[in-house]
Nanobody
Framework: QVQLVEDGGGLVQAGDSLRLSCKAS?????????TAWFRQAPGKEREFVGA????????SYARAVQGRFTISRDDAINTVYLQMNSLKPEDTGVYYC??????????????????WGQGTQVTVST
């Protein structure tokens, strides 16, 4: 089973940027794998942020973060990044990375992913 470790969270002000990282314990060679980012704000359900498919490198994002967040990969070190720009207070939450093999239409569903990191806290102040 792939182990995932997130890093990079912190406390920032609105308008600032952060880059989260998600390092996998093994090199992902399965072309059907997808790495996704989810977040969970206090008192709210976990929600999809974005995902990148391993084979095509195509990515998709939730509407709330489109144009501000970007997912990238460094295959040499088995790491996926979430670059977050123009952060807003509503971006506050625990951010999780996850891997799985969802079908295209299910990429935004957390039930489609079977490996999860421990999460990293992002707090955006006004």
């Amino acid at each position: 089973q792939v182990q995932l470790v997130e890093d990079g969270g912190g406390l920032v002000q609105a308008g600032d940027s952060l880059r989260l990282s998600c390092k996998a314990s093994v090199r992902i060679r399965n072309s059907h794998y997808t790495t996704a980012w989810f977040r969970q704000a206090p008192g709210k359900e976990r929600e999809f942020v974005g995902a990148v498919r391993w084979s095509s490198r195509s990515s998709s994002y939730a509407r709330a973060v489109q144009g501000r967040f970007t997912i990238s990969r460094d295959d040499a070190i088995n790491t996926v990044y979430l670059q977050m720009n123009s952060l807003k207070p509503e971006d506050t939450g625990v951010y999780y990375c996850a891997t799985g093999q969802p079908i295209l239409s299910n990429m935004g569903s957390d039930s489609a992913y079977n490996n999860w990191g421990q999460g990293t806290q992002v707090t955006v102040s006004t």
